[in-house]
């Protein structure tokens, strides 16, 4: 099974997120966008897993909910790419309210795993919602509508409350996400 753990997108906030990139210059791009009904943060993406330890990886994502205490707010902000603007393979937008807990859940399901043979993330988290993966080399003109894209408004937050372990199956029209377990915080 493939899997991994993230925090589901409301409903909601993916759709605001989805009429921003609608009404941007950049929507006709030359890339496939994710499915706005795709939308998740992942926390931990664990890939190729056994189903024997599946016992074991729910009782480490309860551990981690219970720790984090109770749910918070995120705010997804502004736009961006790895590895940059300017030489973009995946844009996204960056959480700010609520990234350093975020990012406190991350390192925690990094710790939980690491004892079920999964290995440690070397790179530091980096909370982010991804819109799309590009494969190729863009043209200048469209590296320069990226640059101008603006941050979202005020209102694009949601609640954070719980844990997801995701299992992910591939297909030639994308990927498609099967929530597997929750854990509440």
Known sequence: MRLFFGVKISLDLGELVWREIKESPIYNSPWRWIPHRNYHLTLKFLGETDEEI??????????????????????????????????????????????????????????????????SERRPYHAHLTLARIKRK????????????????EKANQRVDSIILFRSRLSPSGAAYERIHNSPL
Request: aromatic share 8%; proline share 9%; hydrophobic share 40%.
């Open 54 to 119: 599946l016992g074991d990886l729910k009782e480490a994502a309860t551990r981690v909910a219970s720790q984090m205490g109770s749910p918070f707010r995120i705010r997804l902000e502004d736009f961006g790419a790895f590895p940059s603007l300017s030489r973009p393979r995946v844009v996204f937008y960056s959480i700010k309210e609520g990234s350093g807990k975020i990012s406190d859940l991350a390192d925690r399901l990094n710790r939980e795993m690491e004892p079920l043979g999964f290995e």
């Open 138 to 153: 863009l043209a200048p003109s469209v590296i320069e509508k990226l640059k101008r894209i603006p941050s979202l408004p």
